[in-house]
């Protein structure tokens, strides 16, 4: 069973930062892709990042492009997204999810609780 563990969220003002950690649990992340998404009230999930098993592709939505930064430390089973200069519109449930690769749709295991960053002054 895939099963992440999603941390790091919380109360930001605008402009603030924030970083995520997505641990696994029970098995090694190192042969996965590592993806972020978001959940926003009355919004459908969307894809915010994700990061190849060797790290050596990044991907990002637009939306983020150039304010997060997604990084991963195989050693510590964790994977990061950094986030900066963050919008009201940023505010969601952010979770992460194990894939094949970062350009396959699918994820695989289930949903985690995920993290809540709520971005409002």
């Known amino acids: 069973q895939l099963q992440l563990v999603e941390s790091g969220g919380g109360l930001v003002q605008p402009g603030g930062s924030l970083r995520l950690s997505c641990a696994a649990s029970?098995?090694?992340?190192?042969?996965?892709?590592i993806g972020w998404f978001r959940q926003a009230p009355g919004k459908e999930r969307e894809g915010v990042s994700c990061i190849s098993s060797s790290a050596g592709s990044t991907y990002y939505a637009d939306s983020v492009k150039g304010r997060f930064t997604i990084s991963r430390d195989n050693a510590k089973n964790t994977v990061y997204l950094q986030m900066n200069s963050l919008k009201p519109e940023d505010t969601a449930v952010y979770y992460c999810?194990?894939?094949?690769?970062?350009?396959?749709?699918?994820?695989?295991?289930?949903w985690g609780q995920g993290t809540q960053v709520t971005v409002s002054s």
């Open positions: 029970g098995f090694t992340l190192d042969n996965y892709a």
């Open positions: 999810a194990a894939k094949v690769a970062c350009v396959i749709h699918n994820t695989m295991g289930s």
